[in-house]
């Protein structure tokens, strides 16, 4: 098993959901560990002062002019945790949580947070043992940093609260207290700063976002596989993805998207490339399907650059800077997560959008007068309904699409006493991303049961893309000899698709 080191500057996406899922293990880099000293160092100096610095001798939010003891400095941070320790709803999934726990150690180890190194070598700890703290998901209003969120897992961290580690196969709930002992490791004694650095950060928003990214870079390939297979189920026309069109719009998503497809259909005898095509023009699901998809290609490309640099940020308050001769505590608001909220609010869109030309397509293919076959593709029209519920389910998930796509950024509540007067509710919508996701690889799922059902119908050479996915998704769902219910098959079939399955057949 592979070791990454943390060093907050160079994890990758793909490193980190590594780690959370236990394909890789994590440990401190040196280099990190001695700026976490130094840092620490100068938190240290602080108390002995007796200068009165925010976060490290004062209370916080609205409460930041009250001045702390240097006796109860240690209670200021466990108080701090178990008071905002207060989330509700549905618990995150454990490797969420997992990931979440990479991210925030990541976020520590760039050594500007004022923590020692143990604070990050206990949370990889955790993480290297599977030890998920259970952290309810709501409670984070995407600035201040994911404050409830965090605090359940600094709960965990102290010993306190329940998790779930992964044993045998399978999570077992269990308190944390007696997961921390039998991984052979001792709650954490938080010291000044340590209990703010831990939560205040944008770890859950990262993890949220980060699985809605690789889900959706999946996706986007899915998406125009799918375009592909339903262009030859309804034998339209390749005209319209000629790269001559795409350099004449030099977009790269779209350039990229319109590529995909031709080299899919490539040798195909059953779509067309000829100047006379009958029809003239396909319908604008077909003919603008890279106009459509092109634009969440750039969209993921960009959301990629900008969580690539989050996740090796540091994004707590105060940061504690030692470059100069005299060390500094600057107070300021890299805890706010207004990138995170806008990208996710965009993702949310992308997947709506998606999905309903998915649909359409779908819509064409069923369609008598477009793919010249029977009504929904069913062996005994009238007697049978073929696949029209599919159709049905897909318009359904679009509404639920509709739903989510409404953007969480414009529900700003000041709280706090009006102190943290503008949030981002990037947790929220970071969360609703990776939902919408999940539900656009199903309208996904459900286009590719419409079109490999319609190319098991017609005679002729297909694409040799296209031929490859209509093989593999009829390992997962059979052929139509009758009506039958496809619940299990179209969820296995999606669950496949996000899981790089279509994408593993292409090496």
């Known amino acids: 098993m592979a070791e990454i080191k943390i060093d907050g500057n160079t994890l990758t996406i793909e490193q980190a959901m590594s780690i959370s899922r236990g394909e890789s293990t994590a440990s401190v880099a040196a280099e990190s560990k001695e700026r976490m000293t130094k840092s620490r160092a100068a938190v240290e100096e602080i108390i002995r002062s007796g200068d009165t610095v925010y976060g490290i001798n004062t209370g916080f939010g609205a409460m930041s002019s009250v001045r702390i003891d240097d006796e109860e400095i240690e209670a200021l941070q466990e108080n701090l945790v ?46 290297n043992s599977r030890i998920s703290p259970d952290v309810p998901r709501i409670g984070s209003l995407g600035a201040s940093g994911d404050l409830a969120p965090l605090s359940h897992m600094a709960l965990s961290m102290m010993g306190e609260g329940n998790c779930s580690v992964y044993t045998n196969g399978s999570w077992k709930h269990q308190g944390s207290k007696e997961a921390l002992a039998k991984a052979g490791l001792k709650p954490i004694k938080l010291r000044a700063k340590e209990g703010l650095s831990l939560i205040n950060g944008t770890s859950q928003m990262c993890a949220y976002l980060a699985s809605t990214l690789l889900n959706m870079e999946t996706l986007s390939f899915a998406a125009d596989a799918s375009l592909a297979c339903s262009l030859e189920a309804i034998r339209g026309s390749q005209k319209p993805f000629d790269p001559r069109v795409h350099s004449s719009r030099p977009q790269f998503g779209q350039a990229l998207s319109a590529a995909r497809v031709l080299e899919l259909l490539s040798d195909s005898e059953i779509s067309s490339s000829d100047e006379d095509y009958e029809r003239v023009q396909d319908a604008y699901c077909f003919r603008c399907g890279p106009q459509v998809h092109g634009p969440v290609i750039d969209l993921l490309r960009e959301t990629r650059r900008m969580l690539e640099i989050e996740i090796n940020s540091a994004t707590d308050n105060p940061l504690v800077f030692t470059d100069r001769d005299t060390p500094e505590i600057i107070s300021g608001g890299n805890f706010h997560g207004q990138n995170l909220a806008l990208a996710s609010d965009s993702i949310a869109i992308a997947c709506h959008e998606l999905a309903t030309i998915s649909e359409r397509r779908i819509n064409q293919i069923l369609d008598p007068n477009w793919s010249g076959q029977n009504a929904f593709l069913a062996e005994k029209e009238g007697l049978e309904s073929g696949l029209m519920i599919v159709q049905y389910v897909a318009a359904s998930i679009i509404s639920e699409l509709h739903l989510l796509a409404n953007p969480a950024t414009t529900s700003n509540v000041p709280v706090s006493m009006g102190k943290e007067d503008h949030v981002s509710m990037g947790s929220t919508g970071c969360f609703r991303a990776n939902k919408s996701s999940i539900l656009l690889s199903q309208a996904i799922a459900n286009e590719l049961v419409c079109s490999s059902e319609a190319l098991d119908r017609i005679d002729g050479k297909f694409g040799n893309g296209v031929s490859k996915i209509q093989k593999w998704v009829r390992t997962l769902v059979g052929p139509l000899k009758g009506d039958r219910t496809l619940t299990e098959e179209c969820e296995k079939l999606s669950e496949s698709i996000l899981n790089g399955e279509l994408t593993d057949i292409f090496g």
């Open 82 to 127: 178990r008071s905002h320790a207060c989330g509700v709803g549905d618990k995150m999934d454990p490797e969420h949580v997992l990931l979440m726990m990479v991210f925030r150690a990541n976020s520590i180890a760039k050594g500007v947070s004022g923590a020692r190194p143990e604070l990050v070598e206990h949370i990889l700890s955790m993480v």
